[in-house]
């Protein structure tokens, strides 16, 4: 009976364990997974062109009713996709020329990915000049 007790106590502990390491969402796996699934989404974003204005409007509706609703059940995997978007967007951005046909709607939802400033950053001309910006003072 002894003998029972402790290959029941044995069993119940392993499969406590599985249970917990699989109910865990926030495994390595699965940061990497909302991590691959943000740079697939990116790529396919930077080279889909619409057949129309409002097929895209769809697009990017579904885009950010899927990111609201990964904010709401996981904010962990939300931030991790929010972050591998927001990588794939700059670095994309940065290679980005005359050869890239975006629409406007994806330089917004692109903005919004990207904070103002790196945003900006990436749409101006690249020029060697440093401009120096010393505001007149106020005159009475």
């Known amino acids: ?14 499969c406590g364990i599985g249970v917990s390491a699989q109910s865990n969402p ?11 699934m943000a740079q697939r989404d990116a790529d396919y974003e930077h080279t889909f062109q619409m057949m129309n204005h409002q097929d895209e409007q769809d697009y990017w509706s579904d885009q950010q009713n899927f990111e609201r609703h990964l904010g709401t059940a ?26 890239c046909l975006h629409s406007e709607l994806y330089f917004k939802k692109a903005g919004e990915y990207l904070s103002s ?19 007149k003072s106020k005159q009475n």
């Open 26 to 36: 926030h495994t390595k796996h699965g940061l990497r997974f909302y991590e691959t």
């Open 1 to 14: 009976m002894k003998f029972v007790r402790i290959h029941i106590i044995i069993f119940a502990s392993f």
């Open 117 to 135: 400033s790196d945003f900006d950053k990436l749409l101006s001309p690249k020029t060697g000049e440093m401009v120096q910006n010393i505001p």
């Open 74 to 99: 996981d904010f962990t995997s939300y931030l991790i996709y929010m972050k591998g978007k927001k990588d794939a967007y700059s670095t994309h951005l940065q290679n980005c020329d005359d050869h």
